[in-house]
């Protein structure tokens, strides 16, 4: 199953269109995009079941974040062996957490603007929380899971090093649209292997990042057995669960986003981000 954002209200994607699911449902299920996680085991069951035909052509300019008011928002850092080894840090024992701000969400087509000349990109395999976790194990894990999406860790780079330290991971990661997700949400059950998939972010034409989510240090399994022993992790909140090796910064020469620009974030059986750079 594949939901997304269309014009500010939740659609079901099929077969190239998209069908207003209000509309479908005749108001069992409202609009509105982030309430549907909320009633995520209900809806599934009658769009599993219930699924009308229809709707009208899909176009992806037009749709917006598929989690756009999340409770809470986790980032993973450091979570690709290879993008460790590239900062020059040690790769870790348990998972680094920071977060993202709310108020940097942004849909996939969504225009970045760039506060400084320090810019930089960070692709990012996104889990949407689909049911309320609490001291889950790692086996049960993706029971909790609604589904994946496409997203972007934009990073300020001077903000995120800048003293006084512990450094300001959050705050440099939070500008508006820092966080464009989508372009839509797909259930676990479409992947043949939803632990392995192509990941890949290209700026202005150049591949820079390229990479497979089983790569990941800590799974999404792992992640969610991790966060929700600790706190109650809510439906329809967001794990950005870390960005493999390539990133600007870690580049010779250092290779930061400039306005003009578009930033194309993939990951294979969800779709791409496309998102223009411009001044701030």
């Not at 709310?102 to 810019?119: K, N, R, Y």
Request: glycine share 8%.
């Amino acid at each position: 199953m594949r939901i997304a954002n269309a014009d500010g209200r939740l659609a079901l994607v099929t077969a190239g269109h998209v069908i207003d699911v209000a509309d479908a449902s005749d108001g069992r299920f409202g609009p509105d995009v982030q309430d549907v996680y909320d009633h995520w085991t209900e809806f599934r069951v009658w769009a599993w079941h219930d699924t009308p035909a229809g709707g009208t052509p899909l176009d992806e300019v037009r749709l917006g974040p598929v989690a756009p008011r999340p409770h809470q928002i986790f980032a993973i850092g450091l979570n690709y062996r290879g993008h460790a080894v590239e900062t020059g840090l040690d790769i870790p024992d348990a998972p680094m957490v920071f977060t993202k701000f709310a108020s940097s969400i942004a849909g996939p087509h969504d225009a970045v603007a760039l506060p400084t000349e320090s810019v930089d990109f960070e692709a990012e395999l996104v889990v949407v929380i689909g049911a309320t976790a609490r001291h889950v194990a790692r086996a049960d894990a993706w029971r909790h899971v609604a589904g994946l999406t496409v997203g972007q860790d934009i990073s300020e780079r001077e903000l995120l090093v800048r003293p006084p330290t512990p450094q300001q991971f959050s705050l440099a990661k939070s500008f508006p649209n820092f966080a464009p997700i989508g372009p839509m949400l797909v259930t676990p059950d479409e992947f043949d292997d939803p632990d392995d998939l192509e990941i890949g972010c290209a700026v202005g034409g150049e591949q820079l990042q390229k990479a497979r989510t089983s790569d990941l240090i800590f799974s999404v399994s792992t992640l969610v057995e991790y966060l929700s022993a600790v706190l109650t992790l809510l439906p329809g909140d967001l794990i950005f669960t870390g960005t493999p090796a390539g990133v600007g910064f870690a580049r010779k020469p250092q290779r930061y986003l400039r306005a003009g620009e578009e930033l194309v974030t993939t990951i294979e059986g969800i779709g791409e981000l496309r998102n223009p750079l411009v001044d701030a």
